[in-house]
C-alpha cells in the first residue's frame, strides 16, 4: 500500500473517530481533531491542524445534529441563544490565539481540558430536567456562558462541545443528552466562525477536511445511537465525557512537554 492511500486511510479512519464523539457526547470533536491531525496524520504546523479542524467539525456537527433533531433531543431556543451570543466571541478569540505559540496554544488547551473534565466529573450523578427550557429568568446566564464559550473556543481553534455541554447544563439545568443535541448548534456556528477566520489566512487544508468530513458523517450516526443508550444509565455518558477528555490531554500534555 502507498504511502499516499495510508495517509488518506488514516485521514479518513480519524474523521469516524471525530464523527463518533461529536455523535456521542456532543463534544471532543476538536479535542481528537486537532491532536489526531497533528500526531496521528502528521500535519507539521499546529494552526494548519486547527483551521481544518474547524471546518471538518462544524460540517461533521452539523451531521450529528440532524441526527439528534430526529430523535427530538435538541432544545432550538436554547440553542439560539447560545449560538447567536458565542459567535462574535469566537471571531475574536480566534484572531487571539493566532497570534499565539502553537505549542503553547495545546498545552494550554489540554490543560484546560483537564478543569473542564473535573467539572464534569463533580455533577455525574445529577439527570437535570428534562422539562429545562430558556426562559426570561436564565436567558442572561444562557447568554454569557455562550458568549465566554464563544471566546475560548476561537481562541483555543475548537468546535467547544466540551464547554458548551457543560456550559448548557451549568445555565438550564438540561439533561446531559439534551446539552449533547443542543451543543451540536453552537459547536458548528463557532467552528465555521473559526474556519472563516483561519480560512482567511491560509491554514486550512481542503484535501484533508474533505476526508475527515466524510469519515465524520459516518462516526456522527453511530454515536448518537450510542449516546442514546448510554442516557438511561446514570451518570455514564457524563463519565465518558470526563474520560474521553483526560485522556486525550494527558496525551497532549505529554507530546508538548516532549517538544
Same mark, same amino acid.
Given at each position: 500500500?502507498?504511502?499516499?492511500?495510508?495517509?488518506?486511510?488514516?485521514? $479518513?479512519?480519524?474523521?469516524? @473517530?471525530?464523527?463518533?464523539?461529536l455523535?456521542?457526547?456532543?463534544?471532543?470533536g476538536?479535542i481528537?481533531?486537532?491532536?489526531?491531525?497533528?500526531?496521528?496524520?502528521?500535519?507539521?504546523?499546529a494552526h494548519?491542524?486547527?483551521?481544518?479542524?474547524?471546518?471538518?467539525?462544524?460540517?461533521?456537527?452539523?451531521?450529528?445534529?440532524?441526527?439528534?433533531?430526529?430523535?427530538?433531543?435538541?432544545?432550538?431556543?436554547?440553542?439560539?441563544i447560545?449560538?447567536?451570543c458565542?459567535? $462574535?466571541?469566537?471571531?475574536?478569540?480566534?484572531?487571539?490565539?493566532k497570534? @499565539?505559540?502553537?505549542?503553547?496554544l495545546?498545552l494550554?488547551?489540554?490543560?484546560?481540558?483537564?478543569?473542564?473534565?473535573f467539572?464534569?466529573?463533580?455533577?455525574?450523578?445529577?439527570?437535570g430536567?428534562?422539562?429545562a427550557?430558556?426562559?426570561?429568568?436564565?436567558?442572561?446566564?444562557?447568554?454569557?456562558?455562550?458568549?465566554?464559550?464563544? $471566546? $475560548?473556543?476561537?481562541?483555543?481553534g475548537i468546535?467547544?462541545?466540551?464547554?458548551i455541554?457543560?456550559?448548557?447544563?451549568a445555565s438550564?439545568?438540561?439533561?446531559?443528552?439534551?446539552a449533547?443535541?443542543?451543543?451540536?448548534?453552537? @459547536?458548528?456556528?463557532?467552528?465555521?466562525?473559526?474556519?472563516?477566520?483561519?480560512m482567511l489566512?491560509g491554514?486550512?487544508d481542503?484535501?484533508?477536511?474533505?476526508?475527515?468530513?466524510v469519515?465524520?458523517?459516518i462516526?456522527?450516526?453511530?454515536g448518537?445511537r450510542?449516546s442514546?443508550?448510554?442516557?438511561?444509565?446514570?451518570?455514564?455518558?457524563t463519565?465518558?465525557?470526563?474520560?474521553v477528555?483526560?485522556?486525550v490531554a494527558?496525551?497532549?500534555?505529554?507530546?508538548?512537554?516532549?517538544?
Amino acid at each position: 500500500m502507498s504511502s499516499d492511500v495510508m495517509h488518506m486511510l488514516l485521514e $479518513l479512519l480519524s474523521g469516524v @473517530v471525530v464523527g463518533f464523539t461529536l455523535g456521542l457526547i456532543g463534544g471532543g470533536g476538536s479535542i481528537l481533531a486537532v491532536p489526531l491531525m497533528v500526531y496521528v496524520v502528521g500535519v507539521p504546523n499546529a494552526h494548519v491542524a486547527i483551521g481544518t479542524s474547524a471546518v471538518s467539525v462544524a460540517v461533521n456537527a452539523l451531521a450529528g445534529l440532524g441526527y439528534h433533531a430526529r430523535a427530538r433531543t435538541v432544545k432550538w431556543r436554547c440553542a439560539g441563544i447560545f449560538a447567536s451570543c458565542g459567535v $462574535l466571541g469566537a471571531l475574536v478569540g480566534a484572531s487571539a490565539g493566532k497570534a @499565539v505559540d502553537g505549542q503553547r496554544l495545546l498545552l494550554c488547551f489540554a490543560i484546560l481540558m483537564i478543569v473542564v473534565g473535573f467539572l464534569m466529573l463533580r455533577g455525574r450523578h445529577d439527570q437535570g430536567c428534562a422539562d429545562a427550557q430558556c426562559t426570561r429568568d436564565n436567558a442572561p446566564r444562557v447568554m454569557t456562558f455562550g458568549g465566554l464559550t464563544g $471566546l $475560548l473556543s476561537g481562541f483555543f481553534g475548537i468546535g467547544g462541545g466540551f464547554l458548551i455541554v457543560p456550559g448548557l447544563i451549568a445555565s438550564t439545568h438540561m439533561p446531559i443528552l439534551n446539552a449533547v443535541g443542543t451543543s451540536l448548534v453552537a @459547536v458548528a456556528a463557532f467552528g465555521l466562525s473559526t474556519a472563516l477566520n483561519y480560512m482567511l489566512s491560509g491554514y486550512v487544508d481542503w484535501g484533508m477536511a474533505a476526508l475527515f468530513i466524510v469519515g465524520g458523517t459516518i462516526g456522527s450516526y453511530a454515536g448518537m445511537r450510542v449516546s442514546r443508550r448510554m442516557a438511561g444509565s446514570s451518570g455514564a455518558l457524563t463519565i465518558f465525557f470526563a474520560g474521553v477528555i483526560f485522556c486525550v490531554a494527558t496525551y497532549m500534555i505529554w507530546r508538548s512537554l516532549r517538544g
